[in-house]
Protein backbone atom coordinates (compact mmCIF):
# COMPACT_ATOMS: atom_id res chain seq x y z
CA UNK A 1 0.00 0.00 0.00
CA UNK A 2 1.14 3.35 -1.14
CA UNK A 3 1.50 6.13 1.46
CA UNK A 4 -1.43 8.17 -0.61
CA UNK A 5 -3.34 4.72 -0.19
CA UNK A 6 -2.45 4.47 3.84
CA UNK A 7 -3.42 8.28 4.45
CA UNK A 8 -6.99 7.55 2.62
CA UNK A 9 -7.64 4.54 4.67
CA UNK A 10 -6.19 5.99 8.02
CA UNK A 11 -8.93 8.57 7.23
CA UNK A 12 -11.95 6.25 6.79
CA UNK A 13 -11.17 4.64 9.52
CA UNK A 14 -11.24 8.26 11.58
CA UNK A 15 -14.27 9.17 10.42
CA UNK A 16 -16.04 5.27 10.99
CA UNK A 17 -14.22 5.50 14.55
CA UNK A 18 -16.55 9.06 14.91
CA UNK A 19 -19.56 8.42 13.17
CA UNK A 20 -18.98 10.99 10.68
CA UNK A 21 -20.85 9.87 7.06
CA UNK A 22 -19.94 10.99 3.65
CA UNK A 23 -22.83 13.30 3.73
CA UNK A 24 -21.49 14.71 6.89
CA UNK A 25 -18.47 15.27 4.70
CA UNK A 26 -20.10 16.84 2.11
CA UNK A 27 -22.26 18.98 3.74
CA UNK A 28 -18.80 20.10 5.62
CA UNK A 29 -16.91 21.37 1.94
CA UNK A 30 -20.05 22.37 0.32
CA UNK A 31 -20.46 18.99 -1.63
CA UNK A 32 -22.39 16.27 -2.90
CA UNK A 33 -22.19 13.08 -1.05
CA UNK A 34 -21.42 11.29 -4.20
CA UNK A 35 -18.78 14.07 -4.79
CA UNK A 36 -17.05 12.86 -1.74
CA UNK A 37 -17.37 9.08 -2.52
CA UNK A 38 -15.70 9.49 -5.69
CA UNK A 39 -12.71 11.38 -4.44
CA UNK A 40 -12.11 8.79 -1.88
CA UNK A 41 -12.56 6.40 -4.41
CA UNK A 42 -10.34 7.60 -6.70
CA UNK A 43 -7.92 8.45 -3.63
CA UNK A 44 -7.92 12.10 -5.20
CA UNK A 45 -7.78 15.19 -2.47
CA UNK A 46 -6.20 18.59 -2.38
CA UNK A 47 -4.19 19.86 0.81
CA UNK A 48 -6.95 22.00 1.14
CA UNK A 49 -9.81 19.47 1.02
CA UNK A 50 -7.95 17.06 3.21
CA UNK A 51 -7.19 20.06 5.84
CA UNK A 52 -10.59 20.85 6.34
CA UNK A 53 -11.82 17.21 6.68
CA UNK A 54 -9.35 16.80 9.61
CA UNK A 55 -10.83 19.98 11.45
CA UNK A 56 -14.14 17.62 10.67
CA UNK A 57 -12.76 15.34 12.84
CA UNK A 58 -10.99 17.76 14.75
CA UNK A 59 -7.68 16.98 14.24
CA UNK A 60 -4.38 18.32 12.49
CA UNK A 61 -3.55 17.66 9.21
CA UNK A 62 -0.25 16.48 11.11
CA UNK A 63 -2.14 13.68 13.50
CA UNK A 64 -3.37 12.13 10.01
CA UNK A 65 -0.21 11.54 9.01
CA UNK A 66 1.29 10.60 12.08
CA UNK A 67 -1.34 7.65 11.85
CA UNK A 68 -0.88 6.91 8.32
CA UNK A 69 2.87 6.09 9.16
CA UNK A 70 1.78 4.35 12.15
CA UNK A 71 -0.60 2.31 10.42
CA UNK A 72 2.26 1.85 7.69
CA UNK A 73 3.96 0.32 10.04
CA UNK A 74 1.60 -2.39 11.39
CA UNK A 75 2.05 -6.20 9.92
CA UNK A 76 1.52 -6.33 6.18
CA UNK A 77 1.86 -10.41 6.12
CA UNK A 78 3.05 -13.20 8.24
CA UNK A 79 6.25 -15.48 7.25
CA UNK A 80 5.47 -18.71 5.86
CA UNK A 81 7.10 -20.08 9.50
CA UNK A 82 4.27 -18.00 11.23
CA UNK A 83 1.38 -19.42 9.01
CA UNK A 84 2.53 -22.55 9.40
CA UNK A 85 2.67 -22.11 13.86
CA UNK A 86 -0.88 -20.80 12.80
CA UNK A 87 -2.13 -24.51 11.24
CA UNK A 88 -1.14 -26.64 14.15
CA UNK A 89 -4.52 -27.03 15.17
CA UNK A 90 -8.09 -25.41 14.58
CA UNK A 91 -8.77 -23.84 17.63
CA UNK A 92 -5.76 -21.30 16.86
CA UNK A 93 -6.83 -21.04 13.45
CA UNK A 94 -10.54 -20.28 14.93
CA UNK A 95 -9.10 -17.76 17.44
CA UNK A 96 -7.21 -15.92 14.59
CA UNK A 97 -10.23 -15.77 12.24
CA UNK A 98 -12.10 -14.56 15.28
CA UNK A 99 -10.22 -11.81 16.66
CA UNK A 100 -9.23 -10.59 12.51
CA UNK A 101 -12.87 -10.04 12.99
CA UNK A 102 -12.83 -8.19 15.67
CA UNK A 103 -14.21 -10.47 18.13
CA UNK A 104 -13.35 -9.63 21.96
CA UNK A 105 -12.82 -12.92 24.45
CA UNK A 106 -15.97 -13.02 25.79
CA UNK A 107 -17.58 -13.38 22.15
CA UNK A 108 -15.14 -16.26 21.75
CA UNK A 109 -16.23 -18.46 24.39
CA UNK A 110 -19.83 -17.21 24.99
CA UNK A 111 -19.55 -18.77 20.71
CA UNK A 112 -17.50 -21.81 20.76
CA UNK A 113 -16.39 -24.57 22.64
CA UNK A 114 -13.32 -22.90 24.56
CA UNK A 115 -12.87 -22.48 27.73
CA UNK A 116 -11.27 -18.90 29.02
CA UNK A 117 -8.12 -20.41 29.70
CA UNK A 118 -8.19 -22.06 26.20
CA UNK A 119 -8.20 -19.18 24.80
CA UNK A 120 -6.32 -17.02 26.39
CA UNK A 121 -3.68 -19.53 25.45
CA UNK A 122 -3.99 -19.28 21.88
CA UNK A 123 -4.08 -15.68 22.33
CA UNK A 124 -0.83 -15.43 23.87
CA UNK A 125 0.32 -17.52 20.94
CA UNK A 126 -0.77 -14.76 18.31
CA UNK A 127 0.85 -12.14 20.42
CA UNK A 128 4.14 -14.21 19.89
CA UNK A 129 2.96 -14.44 16.53
CA UNK A 130 2.90 -10.84 15.95
CA UNK A 131 -0.57 -10.82 14.63
CA UNK A 132 -2.10 -9.56 18.14
CA UNK A 133 -0.79 -7.68 21.41
CA UNK A 134 -2.70 -8.62 24.45
CA UNK A 135 -3.68 -5.73 26.41
CA UNK A 136 -4.75 -5.94 30.53
CA UNK A 137 -7.89 -7.43 30.91
CA UNK A 138 -7.17 -9.55 27.87
CA UNK A 139 -8.62 -6.99 25.38
CA UNK A 140 -6.86 -7.82 21.69
CA UNK A 141 -5.15 -4.45 19.42
CA UNK A 142 -4.60 -6.06 16.09
CA UNK A 143 -1.11 -5.35 15.05
CA UNK A 144 -1.54 -5.78 11.32
CA UNK A 145 -2.87 -3.34 8.21
CA UNK A 146 -6.72 -3.15 6.82
CA UNK A 147 -4.95 -4.98 3.68
CA UNK A 148 -3.40 -8.12 5.59
CA UNK A 149 -3.44 -10.63 3.59
CA UNK A 150 -2.02 -14.65 3.55
CA UNK A 151 0.57 -15.70 1.91
CA UNK A 152 -0.56 -17.10 -1.63
CA UNK A 153 0.11 -20.49 -1.54
CA UNK A 154 0.92 -20.46 2.17
CA UNK A 155 0.07 -22.63 4.61
CA UNK A 156 -2.89 -20.76 5.78
CA UNK A 157 -4.15 -20.57 1.89
CA UNK A 158 -3.59 -24.69 2.00
CA UNK A 159 -5.69 -25.05 5.27
CA UNK A 160 -8.41 -23.46 3.61
CA UNK A 161 -8.36 -24.84 0.45
CA UNK A 162 -8.65 -27.68 1.57
CA UNK A 163 -11.94 -26.10 3.63
CA UNK A 164 -12.82 -24.81 0.37
CA UNK A 165 -12.99 -28.34 -1.38
CA UNK A 166 -14.77 -30.44 1.14
CA UNK A 167 -16.89 -27.84 3.03
CA UNK A 168 -17.54 -24.63 1.41
CA UNK A 169 -18.34 -25.78 -2.17
CA UNK A 170 -20.15 -28.95 -0.80
CA UNK A 171 -23.57 -27.16 -0.81
CA UNK A 172 -26.38 -26.60 -3.63
CA UNK A 173 -25.92 -22.56 -3.33
CA UNK A 174 -29.64 -22.66 -3.49
CA UNK A 175 -30.70 -20.36 -0.03
CA UNK A 176 -30.91 -16.84 1.11
CA UNK A 177 -27.83 -15.50 1.11
CA UNK A 178 -25.89 -17.38 -1.20
CA UNK A 179 -24.94 -16.96 -4.75
CA UNK A 180 -22.10 -19.48 -7.11
CA UNK A 181 -21.85 -18.26 -10.63
CA UNK A 182 -19.36 -19.99 -12.85
CA UNK A 183 -18.50 -18.09 -16.14
CA UNK A 184 -15.77 -18.99 -19.19
CA UNK A 185 -14.64 -17.08 -22.44
CA UNK A 186 -11.73 -16.51 -24.04
CA UNK A 187 -9.50 -13.56 -22.69
CA UNK A 188 -6.47 -11.88 -23.60
CA UNK A 189 -4.01 -11.40 -20.92
CA UNK A 190 -4.74 -7.50 -20.71
CA UNK A 191 -8.48 -8.30 -20.82
CA UNK A 192 -7.61 -10.81 -17.69
CA UNK A 193 -5.10 -8.49 -15.81
CA UNK A 194 -8.19 -5.80 -15.83
CA UNK A 195 -10.83 -8.15 -14.70
CA UNK A 196 -8.63 -9.50 -12.09
CA UNK A 197 -7.85 -5.99 -10.83
CA UNK A 198 -11.85 -4.87 -10.61
CA UNK A 199 -11.67 -8.49 -8.60
CA UNK A 200 -9.57 -6.96 -5.84
CA UNK A 201 -11.75 -3.60 -6.05
CA UNK A 202 -15.06 -5.91 -5.48
CA UNK A 203 -12.74 -7.68 -2.26
CA UNK A 204 -12.03 -4.55 -0.78
CA UNK A 205 -15.16 -3.26 -0.78
CA UNK A 206 -16.25 -6.62 0.72
CA UNK A 207 -13.57 -5.52 3.86
CA UNK A 208 -15.08 -2.47 4.21
CA UNK A 209 -19.11 -3.77 4.10
CA UNK A 210 -17.48 -6.00 6.98
CA UNK A 211 -16.26 -2.84 9.14
CA UNK A 212 -19.29 -0.86 8.51
CA UNK A 213 -21.26 -3.87 10.29
CA UNK A 214 -19.22 -3.74 13.05
CA UNK A 215 -21.44 -1.54 14.87
CA UNK A 216 -24.28 -3.52 14.64
CA UNK A 217 -24.87 -6.25 16.96
CA UNK A 218 -23.18 -9.85 16.40
CA UNK A 219 -27.19 -11.51 16.20
CA UNK A 220 -28.08 -9.54 13.02
CA UNK A 221 -24.40 -10.07 11.39
CA UNK A 222 -23.99 -13.60 9.58
CA UNK A 223 -20.47 -15.10 9.15
CA UNK A 224 -19.93 -14.83 5.43
CA UNK A 225 -17.15 -16.53 3.05
CA UNK A 226 -16.38 -15.29 -0.24
CA UNK A 227 -14.02 -17.33 -2.78
CA UNK A 228 -12.65 -15.94 -5.67
CA UNK A 229 -10.78 -17.92 -8.16
CA UNK A 230 -9.86 -17.43 -12.19
CA UNK A 231 -6.86 -18.95 -14.26
CA UNK A 232 -6.95 -20.10 -17.77
CA UNK A 233 -8.34 -22.86 -17.70
CA UNK A 234 -10.79 -25.34 -19.67
CA UNK A 235 -12.11 -28.71 -18.52
CA UNK A 236 -9.95 -31.85 -18.79
CA UNK A 237 -12.93 -33.19 -20.77
CA UNK A 238 -12.56 -30.86 -23.41
CA UNK A 239 -8.80 -30.97 -23.48
CA UNK A 240 -8.77 -34.96 -23.77
CA UNK A 241 -10.82 -33.98 -27.06
CA UNK A 242 -8.31 -31.36 -28.63
CA UNK A 243 -5.88 -32.83 -31.58
CA UNK A 244 -2.96 -30.82 -30.18
CA UNK A 245 -2.22 -29.84 -26.40
CA UNK A 246 -2.78 -26.09 -25.93
CA UNK A 247 1.17 -25.48 -24.03
CA UNK A 248 0.99 -21.96 -24.51
CA UNK A 249 2.08 -19.88 -21.75
CA UNK A 250 0.34 -16.86 -20.04
CA UNK A 251 1.92 -14.01 -21.74
CA UNK A 252 2.56 -11.43 -19.18
CA UNK A 253 1.37 -7.69 -19.73
CA UNK A 254 4.36 -6.09 -17.55
Not at 42 to 63: P, R, Y
Not at 182 to 189: A, I, V
Amino acid sequence: MSQTQQMVATLKQALKARGITYAQVGKHLGLSEASIKRQFSQQSFSLKTLEAICALLQMELGDLVYAAEADLAKVRQLTASQEAELVKGPRRVLVAVCVLNHWSLAQIVSTYTLSEAECISQLLQLDRLGLIRLLPENRVKLTVTRDFAWLPNGPIHHFFNAQARTDFLDSGFDQPGNLLRFQHGKLTSAANVRFQQKLLRLLQEFTELHEEGLATPSEHRYGTSLLLAMRPWEPALFEALRRKPDTRPFASTT
